[in-house]
């Protein structure tokens, strides 16, 4: 697991508190801004990029592959210029980066190494073998199914229909980034769950066109260069809105967050537990709604939280396992054992993360059930080198009895640095 060292110690609130918060920019947007940016021929802009280290390492590889990044502004020589990086490209913790750059380099004529740190090269990559094996690509993996992944060298792909087993946007969009450069049109399946940025995008740009709610149809051909204004990542927003909600009386307004569907199931789950939500679309960027939300706090009770919506709200199930500590009653997550191949084992470290502050909570093969107590210890909590795992035990101490100290603090500054200076002024607004 990557260690970022550092601790932090979080004072609880004094009181509810009201504030209007603007969230860094999306990270799932980002990366995907920056490659097809640098699949493209010519100058795009990339404004407002999520500023953490998972996009940084998307950045540093298109840059290596030949693109040059200056501030906002991408020259991209199009993916048919490509270069031979020459080198593994490190892909950091980031697994979006390594799938999603494994799709686009699938159909290049050199082979490319994609590694990361040693927790990134142990999350599974063999999902992503079979769909872009039926494209013809040539993917290898380790005999674990692991990165470092070989990928590209025959440049050769063509069209192809492909299932999936599971609702994985970076599935998805790996297969895309691919099937642009195939020699005819292919179509991608899958269970419905997933986020569909990639395919509201390139549909926006006519590369592609959504046949229902499970199927989209790629057609190959040139990247245009186009504006990305990244909205607010609301995966980073529901960490604010999860506080309002523990504190009763306290209120959140997160303005210009990115409302696509498959992103705001953790809104859902908020509503189901009692928090009162008011949402406003103001714009969209290529097909993906944008808004405003507002979460207010009125008092919490325990919700199931599986099927789809357990895919929808995937990463948030750390911070339903927090609320629901707080909640009247049992809180169960089911269907969600993606948790267990995760940055950590997010079944094991949520359970974990619970106990450490004196709550009850027990792990199921495929979730977790959270005992409703209404509060939490003060006590310590292992990040395990999981980002949202460290910024979930912040969250947990809103309503702590006491402060809550983060150990391996630091790692939450691969989605938002500055996020507990961020949340701390959050709780002292009034």
């Keep these: 697991m990557a260690r970022d060292g550092g601790e932090h110690t979080l004072q609880p609130p004094s009181g509810p508190f009201r504030a209007e918060v603007r969230v860094p ?8 801004a920056y490659l097809l940016a640098a699949m493209a021929g010519g100058v795009s802009e990339v404004a407002n990029p999520g500023p953490g280290r998972d996009v940084a390492s998307t950045r540093s590889a298109v840059a290596r592959l030949g693109a040059t990044v200056d501030g906002s502004r991408v020259s991209g020589p199009g993916v048919a210029a490509w270069g031979d990086p020459g080198a593994p490209l ?6 979006t980066t390594m799938r999603l ?3 686009a380099l699938a159909g290049r004529p050199f082979r490319s190494t994609l590694t990361g740190d040693a927790s990134l090269n142990r999350r599974p990559m063999r999902r992503l073998v079979a769909p872009l094996a039926a494209l013809g690509a040539t993917v290898e993996l380790t005999e674990r199914g692991t990165a470092p992944i070989r990928v590209g060298g025959d440049g050769l792909l063509h069209g192809a229909d492909v299932e999936l087993e599971i609702a994985s946007a970076q599935v998805r969009s790996a297969f895309a980034f691919a099937a642009l450069q195939a020699d005819g049109p292919s ?3 899958s269970p419905p769950g997933f986020r569909d940025h990639t395919e509201r995008w390139l549909e926006t740009m006519g590369l592609g066109e959504r046949e229902d709610g499970r199927a989209f149809r790629v057609f190959p051909g040139p990247v245009p260069p186009f504006r990305y204004e990244i909205p607010g990542d609301p995966s980073s927003a529901a960490f604010l809105w999860a506080a309002a909600a523990i504190l009763p009386g306290s209120t959140v307004v997160t303005p210009g967050v990115c409302l696509n569907p498959g992103r705001i199931g953790f809104l859902q789950v908020l509503e189901a537990m009692g928090a009162v939500i008011e949402g406003e679309v103001t714009g969209s960027l290529l097909g993906d709604p ?3 939300v507002t979460v207010h706090g009125r008092g919490l009770h325990a919700t199931r939280v599986e099927g789809e919506l357990a895919v929808a709200a995937l990463d948030e199930l750390p911070l339903v396992a927090v609320l629901g500590a707080y909640a009247e009653g049992v809180t169960t997550v089911a269907d969600a054992a993606e948790l267990r191949v995760k940055e950590s084992d997010r079944i094991a470290t949520t ?11 027990e792990p199921h093969q495929d979730g977790f059930s959270v005992l409703g107590t209404g509060f939490l210890d003060a006590g310590t909590v292992e990040s395990a080198g999981d980002h949202r795992m460290a910024m979930a035990a912040a969250v947990a101490a809103t309503g702590a009895t006491g402060p809550v100290r983060i150990v391996d603090s630091d790692v939450a500054d691969v989605s938002w640095p500055g996020f507990y200076r961020a949340l701390e002024a959050l709780w002292s607004s009034r």
């Design 25 to 32: 920019g999306d990270k799932s947007l980002s990366h995907r």
């Design 90 to 95: 490190d892909c950091g913790n980031s697994g």
């Design 101 to 103: 750059l494994a799709g």
């Design 187 to 189: 179509r991608v399946s």
């Design 290 to 292: 944008v808004g405003t």
């Design 351 to 361: 359970v974990a993360l619970i106990r450490d502050l004196g709550g009850g909570a």
